[in-house]
């Protein structure tokens, strides 16, 4: 095993362990809603709910950089350049995180100053982590883009998989860069916070998780380089033409020109389309693969990002993004179903599928077989359908009593939150949720335990 | 738009996909597996997701350019699952005749 893969084991090993904490957190928000007074300035919700966020971030990167970690040394044939330098990172990763974590959960806010922008909370929504905490954010994406180009330049090698990931790396860091500025107009400020939310979290992440899931692919299903990357192609040129101006349905309400509308309503509408083309790829590489593979776990887990990725952001997505809805129902709990699914089946799905892949090659097993995986697949996909749909329910009603009818104001939203609807959908949420946390539990014992080993046929001697 | 208007447009907008997905998949499995009855289920799908843009276009208050956009993202539902297919049997079969 290359340094690096152990290395990538150090970073799966945190982003489960962040994925818990997560979840942890997504109850604890999920229960203010059932009792809005609990812990009232203890550990208020604003907290309960950055810490949810930040976390879902931190560990999809952190499987992210590890999928890579795990993939670069095959996909060049030679260790890591750097590799003292990725390590210290990590740790570096992982104590900012654990400080911020501290500070979040104990001093969790400040006055209105350069103090508590540097060292308590930034205040920005989804990247609130102290601004010395994102310059370290900073300084491991660049460690970890001079290892990927610094790898590629000593082996004197490039694959089509890799120029896609280095071409990723720029937004990859200069997207994130728009979580600095100080801009005192809201308007202006949610205009360049949107670049770092959709262009950084969901176009180069796509195609970050588009460059992992072709390496998988290979790996786990054995097609050819050839195909995997004429569909990277494919997804960038998508992500590209769709993607990027999809950000205009994040401009329908901030004070931005109304031909937003059009333009985000235009290519938001678009999204569906390859999405439904991945569906069909998807069958066909099953079929033809008989869904037979040494590694099903992480095979179900492929085809399930396909789907959930076609249903969270496509139908879920479609629902709600022309801006006649939209005026309706975004901020409610629609779009906060919308974004569970669609992150869920974009990347949470991708991320697992690589896990056991690594335990695979860990473990030594040629199959992996057992019935724990299979209860972990069930039980999460089953708590993620059962909470988006409870939110979807809650969120309609949202919109439905307290926008168009109560006409946002402060009594239609206090009478939309205690609608039979809304209230309903939260329990449900709640229950779905611990289902959820149940699947994550059984997730952490699979991966944990080590595959039975499967009693391979021994060809008898021929008699004489 | 009347509140009512909103939900049922919403609804009708996810069925659509759903409709349109449910036609790929249909479409993809009875190619694979040579069923002409998942194909012909397929087309039923996609003549939902035809049906429910007309209903989008006729029932809901959506500007008349959303609708021309969604009767027309109905038409290209229609060509995708095929397109792909080929696209994929192509590249495979490419694949063989290199190995």
């Not at chain 1, 509308?261 to 008989?290: C, K, N, Q, T, W």
Request: charged share 10%; glycine share 10%; aromatic share 16%.
């Amino acid at each position: 095993m290359y340094r690096s893969q152990k290395l990538s084991l150090r970073y799966y090993a945190a982003a489960i362990t962040l994925f818990g904490v997560m979840i942890l957190f997504g109850l604890l928000s999920a229960l203010y809603y059932l009792f809005p007074s609990m812990l009232f300035n203890v550990f208020n919700f604003n907290m309960s709910k950055i810490m949810h966020i930040d976390t879902l971030v931190i560990w999809l990167l952190m499987g992210f950089l590890g999928a890579v970690y795990w993939y670069l040394p095959k996909e060049l044939g030679r260790e890591v350049v750097g590799m003292w330098l990725a390590e210290l990172m990590f740790w570096v990763f992982c104590a900012a995180v654990a400080v911020v974590a501290v500070v979040f959960l104990f001093v969790q806010y400040g006055g209105a100053n350069e103090f508590s922008m540097w060292f308590i909370n930034q205040g920005r929504k989804y990247v609130e982590a102290p601004r010395w905490a994102s310059i370290g954010i900073v300084i491991v994406m660049l460690v970890f883009a001079y290892n990927v180009i610094a790898t590629c330049i000593k082996a004197q090698r490039m694959t089509g998989i890799l120029w896609v990931l280095v071409l990723d790396l720029i937004p990859l860091l200069v997207v994130y860069l728009d979580a600095f500025p100080v801009v005192t107009n809201m308007s202006v400020d949610l205009y360049w916070w949107w670049w770092l939310v959709h262009m950084w979290v969901e176009s180069t992440w796509e195609v970050l998780i588009g460059c992992v899931m072709a390496l998988v692919l290979m790996d786990v299903m054995g097609t050819s380089r050839r195909i995997v990357e004429a569909w990277l192609y494919i997804e960038v040129m998508l992500v590209l033409g769709a993607g990027i101006l999809g950000l205009g349905h994040h401009y329908f309400w901030i004070g931005t020109p109304q031909y937003w509308l059009s333009i985000g309503g235009f290519f938001s509408a678009l999204e569906p389309l390859p999405l439904l083309g991945m569906v069909v790829h998807s069958i066909y590489d099953a079929g033809m693969h008989r869904m037979k593979t040494a590694n099903q776990p992480a095979f179900f887990w492929i085809t399930a990002e396909a789907f959930g990725n076609f249903i969270g952001a496509g139908v879920w997505g479609f629902m709600m993004t022309l801006p006649q809805i939209n005026l309706f129902s975004h901020g409610t709990q629609w779009t906060v179903s919308h974004g569970h699914f669609a992150f869920y089946g974009a990347y949470v799905c991708g991320v697992i599928a690589v896990l056991y892949v690594a335990k695979q090659h860990v473990s030594g097993a040629a199959t992996l077989t057992g019935r724990a995986w299979k209860w972990s697949f069930g039980l999460l996909n089953f708590g993620m359908i059962g909470m988006v749909m409870a939110l979807l329910l809650a969120g309609m009603a949202q919109a439905f009593y307290g926008r168009a009818i109560g006409g946002s104001t402060l009594m239609a939203f206090t009478a939309a939150s205690e609608n039979l609807w809304f209230t309903s959908g939260m329990w449900a949420r709640m229950l779905f949720g611990v289902v959820f946390a149940a699947g994550y539990v059984v997730l952490v014992y699979d991966l944990l335990t080590s595959p039975k080993r499967v009693p391979v046929l021994q060809a008898q001697p021929e008699p004489a | 738009m009347t509140p009512q208007a909103l939900l049922e447009t919403a609804v009708l907008m996810g069925l659509f996909v759903l409709a349109g997905g449910g036609y790929g998949g249909l479409y993809a499995a009875g190619r694979l597996r040579a069923r002409s009855g998942l194909i012909r289920a397929g087309g039923v799908c996609w003549a939902a997701a035809f049906a429910i843009a007309i209903a989008i276009a006729a029932l809901t208050p959506l500007d008349f350019g959303w609708k021309l956009l969604i009767l027309a993202s109905a038409v290209v539902y229609a060509i995708i699952p095929p397109v792909a297919w080929r696209y994929l049997e192509r590249m495979h079969s490419g694949e063989q005749a290199t190995e």
